[in-house]
C-alpha cells in the first residue's frame, strides 16, 4: 500500500514539474513572437515594446485608482460566476428529477447561447446602469454553459447510481444532497475554472461596452480614447493574469472537493 502511495506521489510531481517547464516554455514562446512582431510593426501605437508595456504595468499596479477598478471588476464577476453557478445548478437539478422539464428549458438555453452580446448590453444600458450591465450579460452567457455542465455531470450520476437508488426506494430529498450534489462536485468543479475565466472576460468586455466607472474595462476604454497603447495592452495582460489565477482557485477547489467525494 505505502509503495502505491509513493508511486502516485511520484507520478504526481511528474506531471506537476512537466506542467510547469511547459507553462515557461510556452511564456518564452510568447515573449519572443512579441519581440519579433514589434520590430516587424516598428510603431508603439500599433504594437508597445515589452519594455513600455511593463513599465506602464509597474505605473498602473502602484496607482490607488487601478485596485479600485480591479475590486470592482473581481466583485462584478464574482457576483456573475455565484449567480450563474446557483441557477445553473438548480435549472440541471430541476432538470433532472423531472425529465419532461428538459424539452422546456432546451429552447431557452439556445436562445441564451446565441443572443449577441452586444445587442443585449446596449438594451440593458436603458433598463440598469452601467455597472449592473455587464453582471447581467456575464450571468446570461455563463448560465447556460454552467447549465450544460451540471446537467451532463447529474446524467452521469444517475446512470451509474440510478438503479441502485431506485431498488433502495431513496427520497428525493436524500437522492439531491447526499447523491446529485457530493458526486457532482468534481466534474462541474473542474470546468468551473474555464467558466469562471470566460465569465471575467465577458464582464471586462461589458465594462469596455458600457463604459463602467472603477473597472478594468472602463480603464481600458480610457486607454484606447486618449492613444495610450502601452497602458491598454499592460491592463490586458493584467486581465490574462487575472484569468489564470480564477482557474487556480477553481483547481484547488476541485481538490477539495474530491477529498470530499471520498
Excluded: H
Excluded at 510531481?13 to 515573449?31: P, Q, T
Excluded at 457532482?184 to 458600457?210: R, T
Amino acid at each position: 500500500m505505502r509503495s502505491i502511495t509513493s508511486g502516485n506521489a511520484v507520478n504526481a510531481r511528474n506531471r506537476f514539474g512537466k506542467n510547469f517547464i511547459f507553462s515557461v516554455l510556452a511564456v518564452v514562446l510568447l515573449w519572443l513572437l512579441w519581440l519579433v512582431a514589434y520590430f516587424i510593426v516598428g510603431n508603439d501605437y500599433v504594437l508597445p515594446s515589452v519594455g513600455s508595456t511593463f513599465a506602464a504595468m509597474g505605473r498602473i499596479l502602484a496607482s490607488a485608482s487601478f485596485w479600485n477598478a480591479f475590486c470592482g471588476t473581481l466583485l462584478r464577476t464574482l457576483w456573475a460566476f455565484l449567480a450563474s453557478l446557483i441557477c445553473g445548478v438548480a435549472l440541471a437539478l430541476f432538470t433532472r428529477l423531472f425529465d419532461c422539464v428538459r424539452a422546456v428549458f432546451a429552447p431557452l438555453v439556445s436562445i441564451l447561447r446565441t443572443v449577441p452580446t452586444m445587442a443585449v448590453i446596449l438594451v440593458l444600458l436603458l433598463w440598469t446602469s452601467p455597472a449592473v450591465a455587464p453582471v447581467v450579460v456575464g450571468v446570461l452567457v455563463l448560465l447556460p454553459a454552467v447549465y450544460a455542465a451540471a446537467l451532463s455531470a447529474f446524467d452521469g450520476v444517475e446512470e451509474e447510481y440510478g438503479e441502485l437508488v431506485r431498488a433502495f426506494r431513496v427520497g428525493r430529498a436524500r437522492k439531491v444532497f447526499r447523491m446529485y450534489l457530493p458526486l457532482a462536485a468534481p466534474p462541474v468543479l473542474q470546468q468551473a475554472g474555464g467558466i469562471f475565466s470566460m465569465g471575467l472576460k465577458i464582464v471586462v468586455s461589458g465594462e469596455v461596452l458600457s463604459s463602467t466607472y472603477r473597472s478594468l474595462g472602463g480603464m481600458m476604454q480610457e486607454a484606447k480614447m486618449f492613444v495610450q497603447m502601452p497602458d491598454l495592452l499592460a491592463l490586458t495582460l493584467v486581465t490574462v493574469l487575472l484569468g489564470f489565477a480564477l482557474e487556480g482557485l477553481c483547481a484547488v477547489a476541485v481538490r477539495l472537493s474530491v477529498r470530499w467525494k471520498a
